[in-house]
């Protein structure tokens, strides 16, 4: 399984990006899909993740300003980021758990990271 992040890139104060997120490979099916993100020095923080059926969760540095969705027919998910601000400036990765057959129970992946820039 693999998964491939797009999207990211420079913007700034106050705009809004969008990352998505691509799972490919042997799925049967994908439970909890994720974005994370990252800042040298700093440990990876949930930025947000949503459940096969659609039950969200966000961290709380984020709440209000993004929404996490998913397309499961596509195996994707999308993270829009409204009103973006400078500390929101670090590498974003996404993460699926995956069972590739029925009768497995799911295994973690990521993507590779995708760099988001806000500039002030």
């Known amino acids: 399984v693999q998964l491939q992040a797009s999207g990211g890139g420079l913007v700034r104060t106050g705009g809004s990006l969008t990352l998505s997120c691509a799972a490919s490979?042997?799925?049967?099916?994908?439970?909890?899909m994720g974005w994370y993100r990252q800042v040298p020095g700093k440990e990876r923080e949930l930025v947000a993740t949503?459940?096969?059926?659609?039950?969200?969760n966000y961290g709380d540095s984020v709440k209000g300003r993004v929404t996490i969705s998913r397309d499961n027919a596509k195996n994707t998910v999308y993270l829009q980021m409204n009103r973006l601000k400078p500390e929101d400036t670090a590498v974003y990765y996404c993460?699926?758990?995956?069972?590739?057959?029925?009768?497995?129970?799911?295994?973690?992946?990521w993507g590779q990271g995708t760099q988001v820039t806000v500039s002030s």
């Open positions: 949503i459940g096969s059926v659609g039950s969200t």
């Open positions: 993460n699926s758990n995956v069972r590739a057959v029925w009768y497995q129970a799911s295994k973690a992946y």
């Open positions: 490979g042997t799925i049967f099916m994908i439970d909890d």
